[in-house]
């Protein structure tokens, strides 16, 4: 004997199921960044004090890099090399990481960098709160997040410049040692024209957020960023610098890569004493990481 189920009964039992559906739909990607997360990244960072290139400072900066990002699954490579500098020759290293643990010779398709050097100063204590910590705890949250997508994560070099800062003033041998070097292996190396884009960020942790694009920013780029800010309702917090800007993204566009400059440049304690935690922010980072994953996942490699 078969026994249909009444309507009632029908419509309760469709109504549970699709609670249940929605219940284990996962939140897009973007989501997940944490803020807190890559905030508490700076603190360790800023906790070890100046960092600037070829201290031992800096050396534990980047064994913490590694060991965040080994956790997250990604394979890192330290690319060593060194390079006259106003203060005779130092030594740098670059850090180069791809998700997985097979080594792969393609170029990725797109680039996510930061600097994590501080700049040298004799007369005051900086510990670069903003300037080398907040880009740098923001991407180690970002290996952390991009994890989640494997796929995603596969078409993405994460890149942690060293030598960022000038030792005296930016001059074309003076400054962006890392992003200088890794250029010019790129450019010899016949890779650079697979690579479709990037994104630099740089001093993104200001507590009063305003990011600054220079006005030389690829359009491309630019017209999405502005598009991700738009879509998760944060546009007011990205707006255009007054002229250009140097910075670890300038080798990679001389060589054709189009990478835009994520940076607050508007931030007074800049190169001073006062860049320290105090002066960043959680949610800023949330901003700025958010719109950076939205911008990956529905423009730059959709």
Same mark, same amino acid.
């Given at each position: 004997?078969?026994?249909?189920?009444?309507?009632a009964?029908?419509?309760t039992?469709?109504a549970?199921? @699709?609670v249940? #559906?929605?219940? *284990?739909r996962t939140?897009?990607l973007w989501?997940?960044f944490?803020g807190?997360?890559?905030?508490?990244?700076?603190?360790? @960072?800023v906790?070890?004090?100046?960092r600037p290139? !070829? &201290?031992?400072a800096?050396e534990?900066s980047r064994?913490?890099?590694?060991?965040?990002? +080994?956790?997250a699954g %990604?394979t890192?490579?330290?690319?060593? /090399?060194s390079?006259?500098?106003p203060?005779?020759?130092?030594? /740098?290293?670059?850090?180069?990481?791809?998700? $997985?643990? +097979?080594e792969?010779?393609?170029?990725?398709? =797109?680039f996510?960098? &930061?600097?994590y050097?501080? +700049?040298? /100063?004799?007369?005051?204590?900086f510990?670069g709160a903003?300037d080398g !910590?907040?880009?740098t705890?923001?991407l180690?949250?970002?290996?952390?997040?991009?994890?989640? #997508?494997p796929? @995603?994560?596969?078409k993405?070099e994460?890149? =942690? *410049?060293d $030598?960022?800062?000038?030792?005296e003033?930016f001059?074309?041998?003076?400054g962006l040692?890392? #992003?200088r070097? /890794?250029a010019?292996?790129l450019?010899?190396s016949?890779k650079?024209?697979?690579v479709?884009?990037?994104?630099l960020?740089?001093?993104?942790g200001?507590?009063s957020l305003?990011v600054? @694009?220079?006005s030389?920013s690829?359009?491309?780029l630019?017209?999405n960023?502005f598009?991700?800010?738009?879509a998760l309702g944060?546009?007011?917090?990205f707006?255009?610098?007054?002229g250009?800007?140097t910075d670890d993204?300038?080798?990679?566009n001389q060589?054709g890569?189009?990478v835009?400059d994520?940076?607050?440049?508007? =931030?007074?304690? %800049?190169?001073?004493a006062?860049d320290t935690?105090?002066?960043? &922010?959680a949610e #800023?980072l949330e901003?700025?990481?958010r719109?950076?994953l939205?911008?990956l996942?529905?423009?730059e490699?959709k």
């Open positions: 004997m078969r026994c249909s189920p009444s309507p009964l029908f419509l039992t469709c549970i199921l @699709l249940q #559906s929605c219940s *284990f939140a897009p989501e997940n944490s807190e997360k890559a905030f508490t990244h700076v603190q360790h @960072l906790d070890l004090g100046p290139a !070829g &201290s031992e800096l534990k064994l913490y890099i590694i060991e965040q990002l +080994k956790s %990604w890192v490579t330290r690319s060593e /090399f390079d006259q500098t203060r005779g020759k130092i030594t /740098f290293v670059n850090l180069i990481a791809r998700f $997985g643990i +097979k792969k010779n393609e170029a990725a398709q =797109f996510l960098c &930061s600097h050097d501080t +700049k040298s /100063f004799d007369t005051i204590r510990v903003d !910590g907040s880009s705890g923001l180690i949250e970002m290996a952390r997040v991009l994890a989640m #997508s796929a @995603l994560a596969a993405i994460l890149l =942690f *410049f $030598g960022e800062e000038a030792f003033n001059t074309t041998t003076d040692y890392g #992003s070097h /890794f010019e292996e450019r010899d016949g650079a024209k697979s479709r884009g990037g994104i960020f740089d001093m993104v200001d507590k305003d600054t @694009l220079p030389d690829p359009a491309g630019t017209r960023i598009a991700a800010a738009d944060q546009r007011a917090h707006t255009y610098l007054g250009g800007m993204h300038t080798p990679l060589i890569i189009p835009i994520l940076i607050d440049f508007d =931030f007074p304690p %800049w190169h001073t006062g935690l105090d002066k960043i &922010s #800023s901003i700025v990481g719109v950076a939205y911008d996942v529905q423009f490699l």
